[in-house]
């Protein structure tokens, strides 16, 4: 049996799904799409990186509230968001963070 050929979609969708496993894929996402462009990739890097930038930010926000709601909701939120994204790139689609995603094509654009 012959090994098969790499299509380009399968490349940009593996680094898309990369990029939303810990910050550490998205580096490794950045690197896995540094050569190839594919724009399935950069729109998704894009999205994870926002989607892990609020994660920390309003993380160590909801860290300082003793109230166990408001940390538990936020981390609700949070994991909500990762998984839409996730199942997005999942699915090879361009689909963007609700509401916020827009601002994260426009201010990270020059990330790959």
């Known amino acids: 049996m012959s090994p098969q050929p790499q299509n380009s979609s399968n490349n ?11 910050i550490f894929g ?4 950045i690197f896995m799409n540094m050569d190839d462009k594919h724009k399935l990739a950069s729109f998704h890097i894009r999205q994870a990186f926002g989607t892990h930038l609020i994660f920390y930010l309003l993380g160590a926000i909801a860290s300082m509230f003793s109230d166990l709601f408001i940390p538990t909701a ?5 994991v909500i968001i990762w998984i839409y994204g996730l199942i997005a790139a999942v699915q090879g689609e361009f689909k ?8 994260f094509q426009k201010w990270f654009k020059s990330i790959t």
């Open 12 to 22: 940009g969708k593996t680094a898309a799904i990369t990029a939303y496993i810990t």
């Open 26 to 29: 998205f580096i490794i996402a």
């Open 74 to 78: 936020f981390y609700l939120v949070s």
């Open 96 to 103: 963007m963070i609700p509401y916020i995603g827009v601002y």
